[in-house]
């Protein structure tokens, strides 16, 4: 077999494309490869189709191929150009890659093989080639994949923040709960960015939501209610952002009892600051017996944490008429509870119950995409090198986005 024949054979060359001359170089460590084309050949329009004769040519270009053995491979051709009466001069489809872009398809699909199980700097590596060609592969992957995704009713969604980096910058993240996907990731954490999701969805997808989680946040219940029909039966308060929030009212109890014992020498609280995040069935086993001592002593933050603990009962329920029965209970023992930050959080909860309980009609919670928050967690902690929120955008639909990401 001559080299040529080998490399039409190794590249899939498709007729009329032949493998003209093969150059190795040893010294650089790479293999050149020529296409050409015989005289004569019909030419399809790229834009409709329609066939035509040769124009010219333009100038050679180069695409890297999948290595032979360590050598680097490139594909050299002139591409043939034609002239549509409609669409005038235009390239014509190349059967080894997609318009504009330097690898050839085969490259391509090994490069987001290799993208999706390492870090960047380590794909680039691996397959020797740049940053910034690394980062074309992806976006191009990003945008062949949102090209293609069809128009589907997402029926139950999330909405989260993230801070994209220090400096509190902030991406709002839209996750499929069913299927555990990002859908969208918008700048900040305003009603627009969230308003931007909705905005780019039909009538007919607006109406097939049936749920939305997100924690208590303003701008997100107002682009909610803005732009999906019933919200108000829609929109779900996260009960982990809802713990998250009487949480911390504990902890400025915690703070200001520790801040008075000192002043009377008392270390009672000195270094407990963890023990009453944890909730019980949580605490560690050596920590069990700390703990209890504490709870023994009638420290105001052992009642804050005991009110606590009390709530997560609501989630419990199965019929909402239990469930609001608890939760008038609930709210009286904390607003009379005379610890002042757990009043202020009740109250938080009460001008939003309606719609922490609307988890009796859908049980959803953003820790449904809790998988996907220890995997954004991850692309962050790789990302040593995200010059842009762009590129961390990038990163989340690549490796999160449920998205197809081959060329054909
Ligand atoms: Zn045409």
């Known amino acids: 077999m001559q080299d040529t024949a080998l490399y039409e054979y190794l590249l899939g060359l498709k007729t009329p494309w032949k493998v003209a001359r093969v150059e190795l170089n040893v010294n650089e460590q790479h293999v050149d490869v020529w296409a050409e084309h015989p005289d004569g050949i019909v030419w399809g329009c790229p834009t409709c189709s329609r066939e035509l004769t040769l124009y010219d040519h333009a100038e050679e270009r180069v695409w890297r191929h999948l290595d032979s053995c360590q050598y680097k491979t490139f594909l050299h051709a002139r591409i043939p150009r034609v002239q549509c009466p409609e669409h005038g001069v235009l390239q014509v489809l190349v059967p080894w890659a997609e318009p504009k872009s330097r690898f050839t398809?085969?490259?391509?699909?090994?490069?987001?093989?290799v993208l999706r199980q390492c870090d960047v700097s380590g794909a680039t590596r691996i397959l020797r080639i740049s940053w910034d060609e690394a980062w074309g592969l992806m976006e191009r992957a990003v945008r062949r994949?949102?090209?293609?995704?069809?128009?589907k009713v997402v029926r139950r969604i999330g909405v989260d923040e993230k801070a994209a980096a220090k400096g509190h910058r902030y991406l709002t993240l839209i996750c499929d709960?069913?299927?555990g996907t990002v859908e969208h990731v918008a700048e900040d954490r305003k009603q627009e960015s969230l308003e931007e999701y909705y905005k780019g969805l039909t009538k007919k997808q607006l109406e097939g939501i049936e749920a939305v989680?997100?924690?208590?946040?303003?701008?997100?219940?107002?682009a909610t209610a803005a732009r999906v029909p019933d919200a108000a039966e829609k929109i779900v308060f996260d009960r982990f952002h809802v713990m998250g929030h009487i949480g911390k009212a504990v902890d400025t109890v915690r703070k200001q009892e520790h801040r008075e014992l000192m002043k009377e020498h008392d270390e009672t609280l000195k270094g407990s600051k963890y023990l009453w995040l944890y909730s019980r069935e949580n605490l560690p086993e050596h920590k069990r017996d700390e703990f209890d001592a504490l709870m023994r002593q009638e420290l105001r933050v052992g009642r804050a944490w005991a009110i606590k603990e009390a709530l997560r009962r609501l989630w419990h329920y199965v019929y909402p008429a239990s469930g609001w029965k608890f939760w008038k209970k609930w709210y009286f023992w904390a607003t009379h509870s005379r610890l002042e930050p757990i009043r202020k959080a009740a109250e938080t909860l009460r001008r939003h119950i309606d719609n922490?309980?609307?988890?009796?009609?859908h049980p959803v919670t953003n820790a449904m995409s809790e998988g996907l928050n220890s995997k954004i967690q991850?692309?962050?902690s790789m990302a040593c090198g995200f010059r842009n929120t762009e590129n961390f955008k990038t990163?989340?639909?690549f490796h999160c986005g449920g998205l197809d990401l081959y060329p054909c």
Request: overall charge positive.
């Open 378 to 380: 991850k692309i962050k």
């Open 177 to 179: 709960l069913d299927k």
């Open 356 to 361: 922490i309980l609307t988890y009796y009609l």
């Open 395 to 397: 990163a989340i639909y």
């Open 145 to 151: 994949g949102q090209e293609r995704k069809a128009r």
């Open 213 to 222: 989680a997100m924690d208590m946040w303003e701008p997100y219940i107002q």
């Open 105 to 113: 398809l085969l490259f391509e699909r090994l490069a987001i093989d």
